[in-house]
């Protein structure tokens, strides 16, 4: 069960609740709590961004930037990830350099490039504060740590899983008239030519593994990706595998953010050499182009915007045109 439903549409802005949703008292447990922390810039140094200013709910918390503007307009060099559908992977970030979603929450606020804030002023702040102390007590029975700020916000992400999209209604459903014959001949293409399902399988299309796809040449793609976190060579130029769900509202893709569109991810995979030149250690799947004809290319995509979920549908539908 999804603990998370869209609540409102205004423009393109999503409005979301988690149905344990804050009374007056304040909010009903954890995950309520991580929600209101999610989007408070009490959490960065300048009190002018929080964690939802660049995991954007209207865009499957991704962000719509190559990469995400922090405090005092600094950027990284790395593209946001989704937030959502997080539940089943075992690392975090496009490195890998964080092992659980608690890890990984308190990354940001304390990165000098994003939120900037030490995390042991990030307490004091919530300690200071009136309605933040009432509520950790209230729900942790203990003032704010690092510890519980960290489980408050895990516990907020864990919430936004999906599941309701077409695809899924039509395999998990057995609904032929959920999705279009191009979205049937997709998957197979998915599975088959386009050899995605090696890389992208399981509950969210993910195998939480680290590939070089090549965007790695050692000059004008400089990012070593994993090797930096474990120490091994082997591992130059790879990065963790993403997750395929809602792929079509998280543009620009790649962990650069480099691509676009969807249309440019499939024409990147169908020939990577033509967008990075001498790519070094490219994963021997993409060693030879696909061969995909255009009427290929457009139902692979096709499939991918059926990994959608529901509740984002006026997006998906903008994305489509």
């Known amino acids: 069960m ?5 609540l409102a549409i205004t423009g393109c ?10 009374s007056r008292e304040g909010p009903a447990n954890k995950a309520a709590l991580g929600e209101m922390l999610f989007s408070d810039p009490i ?13 954007k709910p209207a865009f499957a918390f991704a962000d ?6 922090g405090v005092e307009g600094r950027t990284g060099v790395r593209n946001t990830p989704s937030a959502m559908n997080l539940s089943l992977q075992r690392t975090f970030f496009w490195d890998g350099r964080a092992k659980s979603l608690e890890e990984q929450a308190l990354a940001p606020i304390r990165n000098p490039d ?9 307490v004091r702040r919530l300690k200071e504060d009136s309605k933040y102390n009432s509520y950790f007590r209230n729900i942790f029975n203990s003032e704010p740590d690092s510890t519980n700020l960290a489980a408050a916000i895990a516990a907020f992400e864990r919430t936004l899983e999906t599941s309701n999209s077409p695809f899924d209604n039509w395999k998990f459903s057995d609904d032929p008239r959920a999705v279009s014959d191009a979205v049937k001949r997709g998957f197979t293409l998915f599975n088959e030519k386009g050899k995605c399902v090696k890389c992208h ?9 680290f590939r070089n796809i090549g965007l790695f040449n050692g000059r004008d793609f400089n990012d070593s990706g994993r090797a930096v976190i474990s120490g091994n060579k082997e591992e130059t130029g790879k990065f963790k595998t993403p997750g395929l769900r809602n792929i079509a509202l998280t543009a620009p893709y790649m962990h650069n953010g480099m691509l ?15 967008f990075v030149r001498n790519a070094v250690g490219r994963d ?11 009427d290929e290319k457009k139902d692979l995509e096709a499939f991918l915007l059926s990994l959608t979920d529901k509740r984002f549908e006026q997006q998906s539908g903008a994305a489509a045109q």
Request: a negative charge; charged letters at 25%; proline letters at 4%.
């Open 13 to 22: 802005v999503l409005v979301f609740v988690t149905q344990a949703s804050s």
């Open 201 to 209: 399988f399981g509950a969210d299309f993910t195998a939480n593994e």
């Open 260 to 274: 676009r569109d969807l249309r440019e991810v499939i024409d990147f995979y169908n020939e990577p050499g033509k």
């Open 114 to 122: 994003e939120m900037d804030l030490p995390i042991e002023e990030a």
């Open 2 to 6: 999804k603990r998370y439903a869209l």
């Open 284 to 294: 021997s799947i993409l060693l030879q182009p696909l061969g995909l004809t255009e």
């Open 43 to 55: 959490l960065s140094r300048t009190r002018t961004i929080s964690c939802a200013s660049c995991h």
């Open 64 to 69: 719509t930037s190559a990469v995400s503007t």
